[in-house]
């Protein structure tokens, strides 16, 4: 599929009704995979072109935002904002 028929897909999925009800998860995942997704979801985030960044294109500013805080929020829920913050760090010397 190409990048603008992948969109048209999400808009489309994303746009069913229902899809802004509240849900609520109870998971429980190790740190290390918390870290890592944190990592997956900062890079997908910042990513702009290819199809993450068209995809987020699709997105209003306040749901990108909402990930944003939610992905900082599992962090910080794991007590692993420091050690993050410190890897960033080391990745941009």
Known sequence: MTTSEVAKVYETVLSIPGMNEG???DVKINR???LLLHS?????LNA?????????KLLPV???EEIR???DEF????GLSELSEKLKGLSTK
Do not use: S
């Open 23 to 25: 849900v609520k998860i």
């Open 32 to 34: 290390k995979a918390v």
């Open 40 to 44: 997956v979801v900062t890079t997908g």
């Open 48 to 56: 702009k072109d290819g199809e993450t960044g068209e995809l987020l």
């Open 62 to 64: 306040d749901t990108v």
């Open 69 to 71: 805080a939610l992905n």
């Open 75 to 78: 962090l910080k829920k794991a």
